[in-house]
């Protein structure tokens, strides 16, 4: 069992930067691969980025390379998302997620933190 919470998210104008967090709790963090999510009104929920329980592997969408770097801390049992350069269509709900294996399938990953709300305005 792991529990997940998000948080960091809030306003910002385009061009700048913000730091997702998710704090686990529970079963432990570093047997696990880490993902970070995010959704839009009325759209599915995307991958946006994945690390394994090691670190040693990532994943990015092709819409934030460059920009997004995903990082994690275990021995603090928390996991980062850094967003730079941000622009508008970066706007959405972000959730952290963990799987057993680094996937960007969504229906991999067990557990589910509530969300986060990033709003970037123009």
């Known amino acids: 069992q792991v529990h997940l919470v998000e948080s960091g998210g809030g306003l910002v104008q385009a061009g700048g930067s913000l730091r997702l967090s998710c704090a686990a709790s529970?079963?432990?963090?570093?047997?696990?691969?880490m993902g970070w999510f995010r959704q839009a009104p009325g759209k599915e929920r995307d991958i946006v980025a994945s690390i394994s329980w090691s670190g040693t592997s990532t994943y990015y969408a092709d819409s934030v390379k460059g920009r997004f770097t995903i990082s994690r801390d275990n021995a603090k049992n928390t996991v980062y998302l850094q967003m730079n350069s941000l622009k508008p269509e970066d706007t959405a709900v972000y959730y952290c997620a963990a799987a057993v294996v680094r996937t960007v399938d969504a229906r991999q990953y067990s557990y589910w933190g509530q969300g986060t709300q990033v709003t970037v305005s123009s």
């Open positions: 529970g079963r432990t963090f570093s047997s696990y691969a």
